[in-house]
């Protein structure tokens, strides 16, 4: 079995990087079993790393967690461990491992060394699209187990409990004493990175009460101060402990040793020392190395009641005292060092623990696990179609809409999920606002869209010049900010005033949107953009199906499809079937506006269009069973390079928009699985394993950039989903009118 290991590795001084060390080297123990390891760096930081490691990542770029899993696929590895600690990984909450643990081809075991109790959304987010990923989760507590159960919806039966090993090294204490000039010491220690969590200053406070009974006593602090704490804050923590221990006349009985030593002399201090403390200053600590590391050799072990201690040291294998108490650590040291019967009867429960979970133990059940995993059969589930579970759909709502719409229309940005009345309001999102309200209304019935639709359609009609033409931005005070909105936002705008005219609720509506569709009307064929063009032509088809004896609009169609045609013709060459020389933004549009005209015109030529350039653009979106949108950081020139970043929720809805009209027209289903699948993307089927969709708020992202996905959720986000959503019911309740089953 060949088993491949992601994780931080030394050289790099991180406690994740021993872990995996030792790990890869008591798994390797085992017969008839090899290895390697795609170490992660930081901050551009280089290494020299032993033969084992064969691929790095740096933490920061994305394009080296793609590059080392094709070379995991390839590799003929059978099994893949990775080491997850938040701060390891780049991007937001460590985001970028999402996307190669998704491309990964063979099964996945995720050893978590941290588990929030209380993460934040993205934290969960990325964490529980880990744990979605893996075969089996590895967790070194109890705890850690309730936590993934209850906080992260794990399956429990998907979790193994395999504590943290402990280094098989043995010293004698006496020598290790002597060796340290520590003979006619009693010796207190902690060791680990140091940091502001570890609580140091806890045990500085309490040594005046213990020296002063025992003046042979010192404290050693053994570690540096942690590289993630250097770069931001300096020595200072570090500064503040020297500064306490000079104020309290300790400085001959605490000493600082700033250094990460390797386990041969940890293990010597270990064993050196006749009370090891671990004074953590509160109890969200789900996995400590350095405890059981104390406990492991058979240390006499005192510890704040932090969840991993409180498991660790029960059953006499240490003693707790309370956070932040010195008073209580110095009472309990003098008890101790007064009672060495005691100190000796701990060492001992401690060392006969210690026994079960050094690392030969551990390696052999971490192997037990991963053989399991690669001859277990899995049962292969035959894929009928990609219809959509209904029942696994979020609900339905309105709720964030609600809260973006006041008496003007809808405002256009939101903070997180709280409206920005900053930015005020725009034609676009008003205009894409009253499409989804129709829609929500013809389909659902849903009165609040119902109620919603006039405060849109009035704030259309509000931004209308005298000419037809639109103005598109509009501040919270209501003063206009500009005089002509852009031919996009006019497009979408009569896309929106067309779908009312062939979907309105009552005459009222109709006869408003009719009134600012025809004054908008002399102003079609005057658009140059090719979207502007693209949602003009949406909205006219959509008028045209509830009036199709309209000529004189039907050659305005016409006309407006030729001339995307002709950008087409003009652009297409070997390899390349698309409108412009690039792929950029709402590319969807522009085939979903040739195949709406194509059901109302009969013309071939535009039909092969529709259905030659959106089948370029799935080529280039849908490789990998999932929707894959051009980022708008850098968009897809022609023989040039796409861009991951900056995927917006409007690309989305044109794919889900584009295919449901492609299954209209050609009545192809496997076009409904495409728009099934794209609209997946809004709920975690993507490039970063996230999802947009935020269930707290019911409102959409706004897409994801390089560090993660941007939590604002502005009406444009939103509405993409809602329309997205809406069209997945739609297409579902069509497939099954026809009593047709997708294959």
């Not at 290895?35 to 992660?40: E, K, M, Q, S």
């Not at 998704?102 to 099964?107: A, D, F, G, K």
């Not at 220690?189 to 200053?201: A, P, S």
């Not at 809805?653 to 584009?658: G, P, T």
Request: one cysteine or more; a negative charge.
């Amino acid at each position: 079995m060949k088993i491949t290991y992601i994780a931080t590795y030394p050289p790099r001084e991180c406690g994740i990087g021993a872990f995996t060390n030792n790990l890869f080297k008591s798994m390797l123990t085992q017969n008839e079993h090899e290895g390697f390891v795609v170490a992660l760096s930081d901050n551009d930081l280089t290494y020299k790393y032993p033969k084992e490691v064969k691929v790095t990542i740096r933490q920061d770029y994305q394009e080296d967690y793609l590059k080392a899993v094709k070379y995991i696929n390839i590799s003929g590895a059978d099994v893949c461990i990775l080491e997850h600690e938040f701060g390891i990984f780049g991007g937001q909450s460590g985001v970028y491992i999402l996307p190669l643990l998704h491309r990964l081809e063979i099964p996945l075991i995720v050893t978590l060394h941290t588990i929030l109790k209380t993460p934040s959304y993205n934290e969960k987010a990325v964490l529980k699209g880990i744990c979605k990923m893996a075969r089996k989760i590895v967790v070194m507590s109890h705890k850690a187990v309730e936590f993934l159960v209850d906080i992260y919806d794990v399956p429990k039966e998907k979790i193994a409990l395999i504590e943290h090993g402990v280094p098989d090294i043995h010293f004698n204490p006496e020598k290790s004493k002597k060796q340290f000039k520590l003979k006619n010491k009693k010796v207190l220690l902690t060791f680990g990175f140091v940091g502001r969590n570890k609580g140091i200053e806890t045990v500085i406070k309490a040594m005046p009460e213990v020296v002063k009974k025992r003046p042979e006593v010192i404290y050693i602090v053994l570690g540096k101060t942690h590289p993630n704490v250097l770069r931001h804050s300096g020595e200072e923590y570090r500064t503040f402990l020297l500064r306490l221990v000079k104020n309290l006349q300790l400085e001959d009985h605490v000493i600082f040793l700033n250094a990460f030593i390797d386990e041969q002399d940890l293990f010597k201090y270990l064993y050196a020392c006749d009370v090891y403390i671990t004074p953590y200053l509160n109890e969200a600590q789900i996995t400590s190395g350095t405890l059981s590391y104390a406990v492991g050799v058979g240390a006499a072990v005192l510890s704040t009641p932090y969840w991993h201690a409180v498991e660790l040291l029960a059953e006499g294998r240490g003693r707790l005292f309370n956070f932040n108490d010195s008073d209580e650590l110095a009472q309990t040291l003098n008890e101790l060092l007064d009672n060495p019967e005691q100190i000796k009867e701990m060492k001992t429960i401690a060392g006969e623990y210690g026994k079960k979970i050094t690392w030969p133990k551990t390696g052999e059940k971490y192997v037990a696990l991963a053989e399991k995993i690669v001859n277990e059969e899995i049962p292969v589930i035959t894929k009928k179609d990609n219809e959509p579970d209904l029942l696994l759909l979020p609900p339905f709502s309105l709720a964030h809409i609600n809260r973006l719409t006041d008496d003007t229309g809808i405002i256009q940005h939101a903070k997180f999920g709280i409206p920005n009345l900053k930015e005020g309001y725009c034609l676009d999102d008003n205009a894409r606002a009253l499409l989804m309200v129709l829609m929500a209304y013809r389909q659902k019935k849903d009165m609040r869209a119902l109620e919603l639709s006039p405060i849109y359609l009035s704030y259309i009609h509000y931004m209308q010049n005298a000419d037809g033409t639109f103005r598109n931005f509009l501040s919270f005070s209501r003063n206009f900010l500009d005089e002509v909105g852009s031919e996009d936002s006019f497009g979408r705008t009569i896309w929106a005033l067309g779908y009312l005219l062939g979907n309105a609720p009552n005459d009222a509506y109709y006869q408003m949107g009719k009134l600012v569709f025809f004054n908008a009307s002399p102003n079609f064929e005057k658009i140059k953009s090719i979207r502007g063009i693209a949602n003009t032509m949406i909205g006219i088809s959509y008028y045209l199906r509830s009036n199709p004896s309209d000529d004189s609009m039907t050659e305005r169609l016409r006309n407006l499809a030729n001339v995307l045609v002709k950008h087409y013709r003009e652009n297409k060459a070997t390899d390349w079937n698309w409108f412009e020389s690039l792929l950029a933004y709402d590319n969807g549009i522009l085939p979903l506006a040739l195949l709406h005209s194509a059901e109302l015109l009969n013309d071939q030529e535009i039909t092969d269009t529709a259905i030659e350039s959106m089948n370029f653009l799935t080529s280039h979106t849908l490789n990998d069973n999932y929707l894959s949108i051009i980022g708008n950081e850098k968009w897809y020139k022609k023989e040039g390079e796409r861009s991951l970043f900056a995927q917006q929720p409007i690309d989305a809805m044109a794919m889900v928009l584009m295919y449901h009209q492609a299954y209209f027209v050609t009545k192809d289903k496997d076009y409904l699985n495409k728009l099934y699948t794209s609209f997946l993307w809004f709920l975690g089927e993507n490039d970063l394993r996230m999802s947009l969709y935020d269930f707290e708020t019911t409102g959409c992202c706004d897409g994801f950039e390089r560090y993660g996905v941007n939590r604002n959720q502005g009406a444009e986000s939103s509405l993409a989903y809602l329309i997205s959503y809406l069209t997945v019911l739609q297409a579902y309740d069509e497939l099954h009118k026809s009593d047709l089953k997708i294959v």
